[in-house]
């Protein structure tokens, strides 16, 4: 490629607390329209604004956890623009002085750690909700989302693909999930992403105009959308035109982007100091008491999982992709220890069963004790790993004990090393073409042998003293 993308990611995630910012109205989902708010939120002349005590503690949570400097002093502005959505005709947000700046995330792709900076956190009020009719020019405000705890996480554009813009969304919400102040649910919009996409020739310095991308609701939606923005600049460029500073939407029913409106500059919101809140002093003391309070963090237990459990690399990048998955593995372990092999059924049947249900580990119909005595009966030999995933679809479907599945349909593997010596003779002397054949050269006839004899024991038989006993006589002349 001649040229290079630039890319910024502006994050709005909502804050987990049980009111507004700004007031006590609740800030839960699916509400009847308007029926959470009061004359506060709904922008009523004289009502003074009081700022939520937990909604800050939750933006310092977010920016110790990202290598932010908490500032000891921030303030509020207010944000000034026209939308049916905003009741007050300003949103109160941040801008001079945010409550924390200058952090980073390091980043893993394809193998290689790349830093990302975060220029700022700022903390702001939602606004409310426009909803329109297709059958009727009619549209509708719901305001139960104004005045709802944002946090804005502006990052610097040091994000050279789609890959790289991917790979920063998806450690910082897992990062904000770990830390319980974000549920980061996309669909909902409590985890909100915009992109600010330019491109510039290789090996130049000053940016390109960029162009701001909205309505990205998913992680792929987000690497799809700006790759298609990437190539519309790279085409306007090439056929000798300019790109414009623009406000674009991604339509992800056709994998487009369409004009939305000329981007706005600070200077178009006039921002000036909230008249009716103070400067937010923050003390030293209370940030180092939040830093204390905050769990491990994605990283330090990637780490945690490599030395202490010896696991590879990806096996603890994909447990610890989420606090929720990460402590079902650990609850596994206390069950019965043997990290690897429970690492193997946590990826392989239970996020198999998981993705085909649709269901989040917390919903999982497989309790973590009854995965960590499944994976118990496997080590000693009372189950095959074949009747396990019997056994694991059983749980799956009815909850009950592994170890009540097994004696209830009488699963126990077949151990008795002189029964399954009879089992194998009786075999290799059913089958002497096979037997020759195997004798003459042709190794992998062994499968066959074993699956004569699991078929026999009707899959019970212990595979490693199946396939010992069949070397053995196979072997012999």
Known sequence: MKFEPVIGLEVHAQLKTTTKIFCGCKTAFGAPPNANTCPVCLGMPGVLPVLNKKAVEFAIRAALSTHCTVARISRFDRKNYFYPDLPKGYQISQYELPVAEHGYLDIDVDGNIKRIGITRIHMEEDAGKSSHDDNRPLSMVDLNRAGVPLIEIVSEPDIRSPEEAGAYLRKLHAILRYIDVCDGNMEEGSFRCDANVSIRPKGSEPFGTRTELKNLNSFKNVEKAIQIEINRQIGIVEEGGKVIQETRLYNANKNRTTSMRGKEDAHDYRYFPEPDLLPLVIEADWITSVGKSLPELPDQKKQRFIDDYKLPVYDADVLTSSREL????????????????????????????????????????VTPENLGTLVKLIDKDVISDKIAKTVFDEMARSGKNPEKIVEEKSLVQVTDHSALENIVLNIIASNPKEVEDFRGGKTKLMSFFVGQVMRETKGKANPKIVNQILSEKLNQA
């Open 326 to 365: 990460a402590d079902y593995f650990e609850r596994c372990l206390k069950t019965h220890k043997n990290p690897k092999l429970v690492s193997n059924w946590v990826m392989g049947s239970l996020l198999g069963l998981l993705n085909t249900e649709g269901k989040t580990v917390l919903q999982s119909p």
